[in-house]
T-cell receptor, first 111, second 114 residues
Framework: GDSVTQMEGPVTLSEEAFLTINCTYTATGYPSLFWYVQYPGEGLQLLLKATKADDKGSNKGFEATYRKETTSFHLEKGSVQVSDSAVYFCALAGANEKLTFGTGTRLTIIP | SAVISQKPSRDICQRGTSLTIQCQVDSQVTMMFWYRQQPGQSLTLIATANQGSEATYESGFVIDKFPISRPNLTFSTLTVSNLSPEDSSIYLC???????????FGPGTRLTVT
């Protein structure tokens, strides 16, 4: 079945540091890939998505590129801010349209 | 995107009772989903609810424990029955609105069972 393997946290960085959160997946066919973010005390929000190989999703300074050859969708940001502190979930949607989530990575940014 | 509301936002319930969670969407959607997020864990899909048909449950979830209603295209309820402390979780509904498999989530209902 489909699965998502996500970099384990927690991750703690200083403000303005470079961020990478690794995500790899296993799926049949060509899934759509997503990053969701959950800020403290809030619900899950879609951060970015990519629907086919080599697509780059981007939003709020975050980027992720759909790499079919490495089955990866790593999340990156060049300069993180304190307000980026949240839990980040990588997810995929396969042919059955259901979302499969990774375990989540808690990110804390220190001023 | 979609605007999704859930009621209640949180509740504390006694063991053996039931809690019904409501999910309201600001426009008509075909598919609605219910998830559970146990403390410190990821999201697990409970069931998919389509209007006019029985909900489809994932492995490990049964209708007797998690009955779902979907009376129209903007509303659904999830009941968590015969509560035990293990049911303490956040329950979220979501919708798939744009046909691109992306889902939009409600704010969640935090359930604590004592």
């Amino acid at each position: 079945g489909d699965s998502v393997t996500q970099m384990e946290g927690p991750v703690t960085l200083s403000e303005e540091a470079f961020l990478t959160i690794n995500c790899t997946y296993t799926a049949t066919g060509y899934p759509s890939l997503f990053w969701y973010v959950q800020y403290p005390g809030e619900g899950l929000q879609l951060l970015l998505k990519a629907t086919k190989a080599d697509d780059k999703g981007s939003n709020k300074g975050f980027e992720a590129t759909y790499r079919k050859e490495t089955t990866s969708f790593h999340l990156e940001k060049g300069s993180v801010q304190v307000s980026d502190s949240a839990v980040y979930f990588c997810a995929l949607a396969g042919a059955n349209e259901k979302l499969t989530f990774g375990t989540g990575t808690r990110l804390t940014i220190i001023p | 995107s979609a605007v999704i509301s859930q009621k209640p936002s949180r509740d504390i319930c006694q063991r053996g009772t039931s809690l019904t969670i409501q999910c309201q969407v600001d426009s008509q959607v075909t598919m609605m989903f219910w998830y559970r997020q146990q403390p410190g864990q990821s999201l697990t899909l409970i069931a998919t609810a389509n209007q006019g048909s029985e909900a489809t449950y994932e492995s490990g979830f049964v209708i007797d424990k998690f009955p779902i209603s979907r009376p129209n295209l903007t509303f659904s309820t999830l009941t968590v029955s015969n509560l035990s402390p293990e049911d303490s979780s956040i329950y979220l509904c979501s919708v798939d609105r744009q046909g691109g498999y992306e889902q939009y989530f409600g704010p969640g209902t935090r359930l604590t069972v004592t």
